[in-house]
């Protein structure tokens, strides 16, 4: 069974700290996402990343940037935190094309 | 602009009745849709999808319609258990992104 594993299920931080969020998955995937969740908008894609050392910006991709180093780990990277950042975010891994994306449980960042 | 909406933030149903979630969409390029599940504190988990190509896609008791020129689907959950009590969300895929709906909170009640 695949597992997306987000580094942490919550998070306090303060205005203008670097933040960053990791994501970890086992399954080998080749596709990987970062999205926010807020009330009455959904999920919305910041981020997502085809392979190693590529990436994609989604539909909200400022103020954020990624990293994906290895195949199995995409990290988010707020660079100077603000408090419009506080949200529910996801991560999720794909195999490849129109396969299912499986998700993480969440991190909640609360941006203080 | 949303291009995949659902309108309906919430929904109750009763125990053994059916559950009907609705979706539509703008967007004349979305080839294949799904279906996600999202319980409190979990991330959404998937359920079921079909492609643009099928009307009708069946799984157990989850059953998803695609009218394709009314760029509408729908997810009929039957017979509902309270169980099935969560936040659903549609998906639609077009250029290896997803674009997701709002959600709606279905709740069954015993």
């Known amino acids: 069974d695949v597992k997306v594993t987000q580094s942490s299920r919550y998070l306090v931080k303060r205005t203008g700290e670097k933040v960053f969020l990791e994501c970890v998955q086992d399954m080998d995937h080749e596709n990987m996402f970062w999205y926010r969740q807020d009330p009455g908008l959904g999920l919305r894609l910041i981020y997502f990343?085809?392979?190693?050392?590529?990436?994609e910006k989604g539909d909200i991709p400022e103020g954020y940037s990624v990293s994906r180093e290895k195949k199995e780990r995409f990290s988010l990277i707020l660079e100077s935190a603000s408090t419009n950042q506080t949200s529910m975010y996801l991560c999720a891994s794909r195999l490849r094309g129109t396969q299912p994306q499986h998700f993480g449980d969440g991190t909640r960042l609360s941006i203080l | 602009d949303q291009q995949v909406k659902q309108n309906s933030p919430s929904l109750s149903v009763q125990e053994g009745r059916i559950s009907i979630l609705n979706c539509d969409y703008t967007n004349s390029m979305f080839d294949y849709f799904l279906w996600y599940k999202k319980y409190p504190a979990e991330g959404p988990t998937f359920l079921i999808s079909i492609s643009s190509i099928k009307d009708k896609n069946e799984d157990g008791r989850f059953t998803v319609f695609l009218n394709k020129s009314a760029k509408h689907l729908s997810l009929h959950i039957v017979p509902s258990q309270p169980g099935d009590s969560a936040v659903y969300f549609c998906?639609?895929?077009?250029?290896?992104?997803?674009?997701f709906g709002s959600g709606t909170q279905l709740t069954v009640l015993p």
């Open positions: 998906a639609a895929w077009d250029k290896g992104q997803l674009t």
């Open positions: 990343s085809y392979d190693v050392k590529m990436k």
